[in-house]
Nanobody, 119 residues
Framework: QVELVESGGGLVQPGGSLRLSCAASGAISGINQMGWYRQAPGNERELVAI???????NYADSVKGRFTISRDNAKNTVYLQMNNLKDEDTAVYYC?????????????WGQGTQVTVSS
């Protein structure tokens, strides 16, 4: 079992910045992917950014050039630096971890942290 603890959400004005953190603990061996999804009211959950095995990184087109995902393996933590935030970035942001072992996979989600971009 992997536990995820998120932090860093809040209220910010358009053009501002926030950094989200997600620390993984527990049975953390075999983590294959770490990343962030978000869900705005009335919308489906969508991928924001993810680091895959081999340090391959993918971003949603809507955040490219503004958001940066990074990972500290020593701390088992993934970060999302969000710059030049826009109103449409308002959502609940969820940390995501994929664990793979013995040909099985487990998906883990954080509790979610609210990001509100508003003047």
């Amino acid at each position: 079992q992997v536990e995820l603890v998120e932090s860093g959400g809040g209220l910010v004005q358009p053009g501002g910045s926030l950094r989200l953190s997600c620390a993984a603990s527990g049975a953390i061996s075999g983590i294959n992917q770490m990343g962030w999804y978000r869900q705005a009211p009335g919308n489906e959950r969508e991928l924001v950014a993810i680091i895959r095995s081999g340090d391959l990184i993918n971003y949603a087109d809507s955040v490219k050039g503004r958001f940066t995902i990074s990972r500290d393996n020593a701390k088992n933590t993934v970060y999302l630096q969000m710059n030049n935030l826009k109103d449409e970035d308002t959502a609940v942001y969820y940390c995501y971890v994929l664990q793979v072992a013995l040909s099985r996979r487990w998906d883990y989600w954080g509790q979610g942290t609210q990001v509100t971009v508003s003047s």
